[in-house]
């Protein structure tokens, strides 16, 4: 019997500014796939909504992104459909609200404080979580364990660090 072997990939960025967090999100977005799916984690003001908006920017969206707190989700529509999830205020996943459904639906499904959903995610995803470190500095770390997602981590690398 043959055993595949788990693959992880994980990285740590250091991020300054603001502008590099839009930055960051900007090259996720360029690299984004149909079906993608993004988990972001932090405390309150980490930064996950201004990546988010970056993602927005490398999809060619235009409108403004803001944060989904209080509606639970928002879509946007550009090169791929993003649909931005906030699922702080959701702490049962057995919730009415189907979350699944847009994790398959063509589109880049990013969920903020995906933690109170874990069991309803599947395992091709990038997970994100970002650190606070004051004064617009953060710490991210990036994980993936399926190929594709970990192909295009690597790329996101190459890509950011020019």
Do not use: Q
């Not at 500014?17 to 980490?46: F, H, K, Q, V, W």
Request: charged residues 30%; negative net charge.
């Amino acid at each position: 019997m043959i055993f595949g072997t788990l693959k992880l990939m994980k990285e740590v960025l250091k991020i300054d500014s603001r502008d590099e967090m839009i930055e960051l999100g900007r090259c996720i977005g360029e690299l984004a796939y149909p079906n993608l799916l993004l988990t972001l984690n932090g405390d309150l003001g980490a930064g996950k909504t201004t990546l988010t908006k970056g993602i927005a920017i490398g999809l060619g969206i235009t409108k403004i992104v803001s944060s989904p707190t209080f509606t639970i989700m928002k879509v946007y529509e550009g090169r791929l459909t993003l649909y931005h999830l906030d699922v702080y205020r959701i702490d049962d996943s057995s919730s009415d609200f189907e979350l699944e459904e847009y994790f398959e639906d063509d589109g880049v499904c990013v969920v903020e404080w995906a933690e109170n959903v874990s069991d309803l995610l599947p395992k091709e995803r990038i997970d994100i979580d970002i650190k606070d470190l004051g004064d617009d500095k953060r710490i991210l770390t990036i994980e993936a364990s399926d190929n594709k997602n970990i192909e295009l981590i690597d790329e996101l690398i190459k890509r950011f660090n020019k």
